[in-house]
């Protein structure tokens, strides 16, 4: 079987701090990987260490069969990233900031202009080519800024909760687009705090206090193994277990509500 990720031992430490823990998991290429976990988890620094941003403090990465640490040049090549926040250039028009990330790679002006129409397609952001990309909507600037991380025809597509504060229609238009990418044999990498999004995701993987808390499995087969309702429940239970302590929320009277 061919992997689009494989972490081995895979740890990072920030002096005394250590925020990656020794995890290893593998995806398999073609899949959606849902990465879960909460803020502060060791999520975003297992993503800086794949895209070859961070070196890790010990243990082993290869994307897509190569040697993140040694070869993390060409890998950036072969790779998407989409961040929470958008990231593009609000003051430019969609069709500029495409034209942008396809000059970044070294993409000629006719397989950019090909790529350009196939996306905006895709996207459905044709006839917006001339809008300024700080005028859109959140749902419109997340479907540019997956057009800008598809221009250069990535084979691994890693989003850092895509859809966070997105409308429910245009997360489950996102979503749709990705399921179609992944039919096409792109492989992906997506951390969500929606768990009907993880439930939709080929394999799902969680994270707490920089260790993996479980094995990488279909959330069905996890949920029904857990015999729970849903992955919300099977996160908590795993959290209790690691901290000893039930989730609960506290709340102190306000008494100057009252007043």
Not at 105 to 119: A, H, M
């Amino acid at each position: 079987m061919e992997f689009a990720i494989e972490a081995k031992d895979l740890t990072k430490r920030f002096g005394d701090f250590t925020a990656v823990d020794n995890i290893s998991f593998a995806i398999p290429k073609g899949k959606i990987f849902g990465f879960l976990g909460p803020n502060g988890s060791g999520k975003s620094t297992t993503i800086r260490m794949l895209c070859g941003v961070l070196t890790p403090s010990s243990g082993d990465i290869k994307v897509l069969g190569k040697n993140a640490i040694k070869e993390r040049e060409s890998i950036r090549q072969e790779i998407g990233y989409m961040s929470q926040k958008f990231s593009l250039y609000e003051d430019l028009s969609v069709e500029k900031n495409l034209n942008f990330y396809a000059e970044i790679y070294g993409i000629s002006k006719e397989v950019r202009e090909q790529r350009k129409k196939e996306l905006l397609m895709m996207a459905n952001l044709a006839g917006k080519e001339k809008k300024i990309a700080g005028t859109l909507s959140g749902g419109w600037k997340q479907r540019l800024a997956l057009g800008c991380a598809l221009i250069h025809k990535p084979k691994l597509l890693i989003l850092d909760e895509p859809t966070a504060g997105v409308d429910p229609v245009s997360r489950r238009q996102f979503w749709a687009i990705i399921h179609e990418l992944a039919r096409q044999g792109i492989s992906f990498l997506i951390t969500t705090h929606y768990m009907d999004e993880a439930e939709s995701c080929d394999l799902v993987g969680f994270i707490y206090n920089g260790k993996i808390i479980c094995d990488v499995i279909p959330p069905n087969d996890l949920i029904e193994s857990e015999n729970v309702k849903g992955l919300e429940d099977i996160f908590i239970r795993y959290v209790e277990t690691m901290t000893n302590e039930k989730v609960r929320t506290s709340f102190h009277e306000m008494k100057f509500l009252h007043s």
